[in-house]
């Protein structure tokens, strides 16, 4: 099976725009989860969608959304970007088989916020 | 509420040595265990898991891990190290959440480095 991939791979942007990032999961796989990881705060949860509904919330701000689609293709946006919004974002997909719920991640998508 | 400490911020080892990587938790509920690493520039691949069943757990390149619930411990071994082994290595715990779902909980990771 191929793994989860995310595009883009790297994009940068100046303060104030807004980006939109997107993941396919696994085949398979209805559970997608979003994660934003930086040196000072390491690994956060931003939010998981589960057949196009989300299901769980980290504690970000609402300039952080996301959405998932029919195909279980999801993507995340992040409006008004800040500097401190630089970060690897990276999405995880995963199915609630006899796996116990194990989490697949991409490669991510490097932000950088001028 | 769930939490993961991983003990050391940097494991520094020499080729060939063997290396254990530190991880305890925190939680009221039944858990499952990873352990991921993340090379430079790359997303994070696990490597090897607690659901259930045995206490030791092993992964196709060397790594083991054993779920010590008595010390709410996963740490993780293995016992000759390799230049290439040398990343970043989260622990994390998963234990149900709203809806059902079982949302992991990382560690601040362990850089793992390793001298020729």
């Known amino acids: 099976k191929a793994g989860v991939t995310q595009t883009p791979r790297y994009l940068i942007k100046t303060r104030g725009q807004q980006v939109t990032l997107s993941c396919s999961p696994i085949s398979g796989h209805r559970s997608v989860s979003w994660y934003q990881q930086t040196p000072g705060q390491g690994l956060q949860f931003l939010f998981e969608y589960f057949s196009e509904t989300q299901r769980n919330k980290g504690n970000f701000p609402g300039r952080f959304s996301g959405r998932q689609f029919s195909n279980s293709r999801s993507e995340m946006n992040v409006s008004t970007l800040e500097l401190g919004d630089s970060a690897l974002y990276l999405c995880a997909s995963k199915s609630r088989t006899s796996d116990g719920d194990t989490q697949y991640f991409g490669p991510g998508t490097r932000l950088t916020v001028l | 509420a769930q939490s993961v400490t991983q003990l050391d911020s940097q494991v520094p080892v020499f080729e060939e040595a063997p290396v254990e990587l530190r991880c305890n938790y925190s939680?009221?509920?039944?858990?499952?265990l990873f352990w991921y690493v993340q090379y430079p520039n790359q997303g994070l691949q696990l490597l090897l898991k607690?659901?259930?069943?045995?206490?030791l757990v092993e992964s196709i390149n060397g790594f083991e891990a054993e779920f010590n619930k008595s010390q709410t411990s996963f740490h993780l071994r293995k016992p000759s190290v390799h230049i290439s082994d040398t990343a970043e290595y989260f622990c994390?715990?998963?234990?149900?959440?709203?809806?059902?779902?079982?949302?992991?909980?990382f560690g601040r990771g362990t850089s793992l480095i390793v001298h020729p």
């Open positions: 994390a715990v998963s234990s149900s959440a709203a809806g059902g779902s079982y949302i992991p909980t």
């Open positions: 607690y659901l259930s069943g045995s206490t």
């Open positions: 939680s009221s509920v039944s858990v499952y």
